[in-house]
């Protein structure tokens, strides 16, 4: 007999997801994915003026401010067919690049680690077999027995005195956990380490862009980060450095350990490699542009369909029609007033509240979809984007990445395994290795561009009259991120974000197709219905970050978290 499992919320940070699954044989047989708090951003943009719709749309997200500022002054660039300096460009690029750093450690070690690590089982570890095992994976000067010993005894002292901190509140001692003590101990060593290198990152971020959270220096037209080498109070040379130094410091982390300890979580649970698959329809936009024109880019974009890589399509820069014109957004199952498949430019935010129907509406979250297919956006849909298109650094990336999950597995694995659970992990992790090669490369750029005398950061806009519509594309750390305007006569008309969390979580359509949330799901094992573990490492693969979508506050305290077994 079918069992319903209710988790709510999912999220460990961000907003407010609930997913709900059925359990038939020890497996899911179907599953729902539903944003649970009401987004109006849109509605409060309109009639604004568009140079100010970034400083609002950042305040989407506490997390993942800079992505929606980048993708609203390219929005409105697009609707005026405005170029940048190339100064702006490769600012820009280096902000996004370096959040990019930051989001992908948390990402992996304080959201979804600890759903394949069991802390408490560390405590057996032996340090000098763990210290071993790690110097089979990288040399990094972190993995002493020494270092392990202490963090041993750290984590002896947390468990002993019940105050577990930000390892509580988790299904410790699950059957599903397979990994053993020593790679538990490595990766409780590893977390910690993250919580130092994800700072270098925002620090590295907080220079370059004048704040963390919340993006100071951009503009449309440019940025307004003016650049003198000679001067204390301006971008200069000393600065600049600073940044590059902290960047290679971060890239030594993420190519020593956290490369390294997902191919050992990958190769450690290879039993997993068939699950979470889902939508495998992958859809990726260009980014990190090398001209003030956006024309040419580090990062290429397209769609595959079906995981066929020969069905690779390109999407050659922010304004192509391919990708303008293929968009849509069904409210068929949210709850907003109508039916509707429209084009983000025609859409309407009208909420429209019922109830939670599992055959009706059920969710906040709108189901994005191209050319009336459900699409995965994210680092997986980047690596297989670029690895069909035979992007030299994707290649080159992902090869290394499979090869070191064939020799610590001992088996041969190939790029078809990326379709997972397994593989979203391990294309996120060589997305911010890319990443971290990326912003050096355009700290180079931006130097040697200097270094000519230019030292141009903005071109004004102009409004002219009559109506203007824009797209701006972002591949953000959790996928493809789009703002699209409509502006008359110097005003906000229409202003609609569709985003990563969206694509990934959005409900069924009026087809009854799935999101890829809700995909991947099917035929995914639950050893324990009481304690859904294995829900939480599909979902979380993802990185959900639900705020995009929706927001949840609760000042009173009530309970928030709560899972249900039927």
Known sequence: MAQRITIDPLTRIEGHLRVDVEVDGGEVTKAWSSGQMFRGLENIL????PRDAWLFVQRICGVCTTVHALASVR??????KLEIPKNAQYI?????????LHDHIVHFYALSALDWVDVVSALDADPVATSKLAETLSDWPGNSSKRFQAVKDKLKGLVASGQLGPFANAYWGHPAMKLPPEANLMAVSHYLEALDYQRKATQAYAVISGKNPHVQNLSVGGVTAAINPDSDSTLNVERLYMVKQLVEEVRGFINNVYLTDVVAVGALYKEWLPYGAGVTNYLAAP?????GAATQFDLPGGTVMNGD????????????????SNVEESIARAWYDGDWSKHP?????????TDFEPEGKYTWLKAPRFEGKPMQVGPLAQMVVGYAQGHEMTVRNVDAALSKISAVAGVNVGPEILHSTIGRHAARAVRASMMAELALKHWDLLINNIETGDLEIFNPPTFPKGEQRGVGVHEAPRGLLSHWCVIQDGKIKNYQCVVPSTWNGGPRDAEGQPGPYEASLLGNPIADAEKPLEVLRTIHSF??????AVHMLDPEGKEVVKVKAL
């Not at 890589?309 to 303008?324: C, H, M, Q, R």
């Not at 990185?543 to 995009?548: G, L, N, R, T, V």
């Open 75 to 80: 929005s409105v660039e697009d609707a005026l």
């Open 345 to 353: 430019w025609e859409e309407s935010t009208d909420a429209k509240y």
């Open 46 to 49: 309109k009639g604004r003026d």
């Open 309 to 324: 890589i020969g069905s690779v399509k390109p999407i050659s820069n922010l304004s192509d029609d391919y990708f303008k």
């Open 92 to 100: 820009r690029n280096l902000v996004q690049s370096i959040h990019a």
């Open 543 to 548: 990185d959900p970050c639900i705020a995009c």
């Open 287 to 291: 980014d990190m542009p090398t001209d």
